[in-house]
């Protein structure tokens, strides 16, 4: 009885042991951009190999959701494939935040047409026009080519939801400052979906980052003026930035990161964390060397 006793006491104890150490595990609540998610949950799923004491929760939703938990302080990292405006800064402070600005990449921002629409070449002015309120292109004859497959040649525009940081950045590099999208824009929810949608009309053109790229899409060649020699969105054109709509994609931490989250950081940026994000179709922040 004495030695069932001792056993019963040495489960219960080394029991307990466990519990403690899972309670004492920390959690990482990483949050926001869409164009991010997949490579946060790569860099996440990489490092709990790393540091399996540490528990990265990765979820996407939009820049805006990320930015908007920051400022509520319900993250510990907020993706963003924008910069914070000044206004969501000051709500930040407001509610106590002191957001801190982390560069983990760089993105082409890719036009995506129909694999059947003879256009290859598009300007930054000529997106505007199609893409801008008071448009002057509604119709692909305006561009001068005609869509097979595409009734009447009427463009169908593909846009995200406001709440995307590749929303706003678009409507900043594309649109100028003040612009605004025109009415009647198929706003979808991630950028998988306007990959899709354009891959099955052919009078579509959507954008979204570079990673989502399918064989089932082309990417238009993007100019920054009329006659002037384009572009095509790739990571080394991201990396020099010679691509129009190249541009950073953006980590925040409420103040400057510290333990956990900043050993995350610091592996992030390292080569093995820039490498994971190279492979995934984005540009690092800076030169690495990957096997």
């Known amino acids: 009885m004495i030695r069932r006793r001792r056993i019963i006491a040495t489960v219960l104890v080394s029991t307990g042991l466990l ?22 949950q790569a860099w996440a799923e990489a490092y709990a190999k790393k540091a399996p004491e540490v528990a990265i ?24 494939s924008r910069r914070m405006k000044k206004s969501e800064i000051d709500l930040a402070t407001e509610h106590g935040q002191d957001p801190v600005e982390h560069i983990v990449g760089y993105d082409a921002l ?13 300007s930054l002015k000529q997106l505007s026009s199609i893409y801008a ?16 497959g595409c009734k009447d040649n009427t463009i169908i525009v593909v846009s995200r939801q406001n709440n995307s940081g590749t929303y706003a950045y678009f409507q900043e590099a594309v649109l100028g400052k003040g612009g605004k999208y025109r009415q009647g824009t198929l706003d979808m929810h991630g950028s998988k979906d306007v990959v899709d949608l354009v891959e099955k009309t052919p009078c579509a053109i959507g954008y ?13 060649c993007i100019s920054s003026e009329d006659g002037k020699a384009c572009v095509s969105p790739s990571v080394a054109t991201a990396s020099n ?35 994971i ?3 995934k179709g984005y540009a690092p922040a800076h030169d690495v060397t990957c096997e």
């Open 19 to 40: 519990a403690l150490g899972a309670y004492a595990r920390t959690a990482i609540q990483n949050k926001g951009s869409d164009t991010l998610v997949n490579v946060a």
């Open 57 to 80: 929760a990765v979820s996407g939703g939009g820049s805006g959701t990320g930015i908007a938990a920051m400022i509520n302080g319900t993250v510990d990292i907020a993706n963003s």
């Open 110 to 122: 890719a036009v995506f047409l129909h694999p059947d629409n003879p256009a290859s070449t598009l």
């Open 133 to 148: 309120r008071g448009q002057e292109f509604g119709n692909w004859s305006d561009l001068g080519v005609e869509v097979p």
């Open 208 to 220: 979204s980052g570079l990673a989502y790229a399918t064989d089932h899409v082309k990417m238009a």
């Open 241 to 275: 930035r010679t691509y129009p709509i190249a541009r950073p994609l953006f980590m925040y931490t409420n103040g400057a990161p510290k333990g956990d989250v900043k050993d995350y950081l610091d592996w992030i940026l390292s080569d093995e964390g820039q490498c």
């Open 277 to 279: 994000i190279l492979n």
